[in-house]
């Protein structure tokens, strides 16, 4: 703000606030005939003009002050300090004559950050159907054995370590002996005197038992697998990480002789029929990213027909039979 005086008026001035067009007025006081006025009062009104000045002054030092630190604030970024200039021990940049490192560019932070899911397996490849079966081939670990004697209890010479492992592992086991009546079931643990994490079941001469452990991160994990069984009889018992599960294009027709384990990718929901003719075969859907349990289970005594569907998420098929098998899309 700035602000101006206006000295008195003298007893024959007209008013200051007259318009510009009037005719100047002669100036008539409305008490009367002035008199005449002594030395004193031009004095005091010096000193009044000069004091006026004087506070006039002062605002407008107060109103420039005002501006000077209140203004800045109101305009973006306003009030903050500026940034720091970089310290004198920063990291030197690279003169004309010096050679970048290649991890300095960002384009080398970039693939370095991505570096892991370059160490990922390769995609296992997609068959278009035909006949299927447990796996083989990349097992996390194999043990073959044979019992003298029955064996109805955990012993330490028969125990089965496994190894250390991320998510759910593919368990099979089978009798390799001929005898009849030959049998083997396993049973897991979280360790050597611990507590049983999987009753796996029971396999006579011919068939292959096949199930999936560990498959819920928030349960212990399975450290030893002791196997049980009849006297005069051979086994075998695999593991097999839950990636080698053999994948299959989502609608093609499969077919088995055994136990066998498909994964689906992705897709539209796809509806099958299984057919068997003989045994008391089962069929277990799960989601690929929760093996902890099947979203469907389907069983019934051959000849039999079941309606089986797989879901648009990843899935996991599980036929459990003695016999052959078709699954075909509806």
Do not use: C
Request: hydrophobic content about 35%; charged content about 20%; proline content about 11%.
């Amino acid at each position: 703000m700035s602000s101006s005086y206006t000295p008195p008026s003298g007893p024959n001035e007209p008013p200051q606030d007259g318009s510009p067009d009037e005719k100047p007025q002669e100036y008539v006081p409305a008490y009367g005939v002035p008199r005449a006025r002594e030395g004193t009062s031009v004095k005091t009104a010096i000193g009044l003009i000069g004091l006026a000045a004087l506070l006039g002054l002062l605002l407008l030092g107060a109103l420039l002050w005002a501006i000077t630190r209140v203004a800045p604030t109101l305009l973006p970024g306003g009030g903050e300090d500026p940034p720091a200039p970089p310290p004198t021990t920063a990291v030197a940049q690279p003169t004309a004559t010096q050679e970048r490192e290649p991890s300095a560019s960002p384009s080398a932070a970039t693939s370095n950050a991505q570096s892991p899911a370059r160490t990922t397996e390769p995609a296992r490849p997609m068959a278009r159907g035909g006949n299927l079966e447990v796996p083989t081939e990349g097992a996390l670990f194999t043990r073959e054995g044979a019992f003298e004697e029955t064996v109805l209890e955990e012993k330490s010479e028969y125990a089965i370590e496994v190894p250390e492992h991320e998510g759910p592992l593919l368990i099979t086991w089978s009798v390799t002996s001929d005898r009849e009546n030959a049998g083997v079931f396993l049973n897991a643990y979280e360790s050597k005197g611990g507590d049983m994490t999987e009753h796996l079941g029971a396999v006579n001469s011919g068939q292959t038992g096949m199930m999936l452990i560990d498959a819920d991160p928030n349960a212990p994990k399975t450290t030893v697998i002791y196997p049980e069984g009849n006297s005069d009889t051979e086994w075998k018992v695999q593991g097999f990480p839950a990636s080698q599960m053999p994948r299959v294009e989502r609608g093609a027709e499969i077919t088995g002789g055994g136990p066998a384990v498909v994964a689906l990718p992705a897709g539209e929901e796809q509806d099958y029929r299984f057919t068997s003719e003989e045994g008391v075969p089962r069929v277990e859907v799960y989601d690929k990213d929760d093996l902890s349990s099947w979203t469907q289970f389907e069983y019934g005594t051959g000849p039999v027909e079941l309606d089986v569907t797989a879901g648009s998420a990843e899935q996991v098929i599980m036929v459990h039979a003695d016999g052959e098998w078709t699954l075909e899309p509806r």
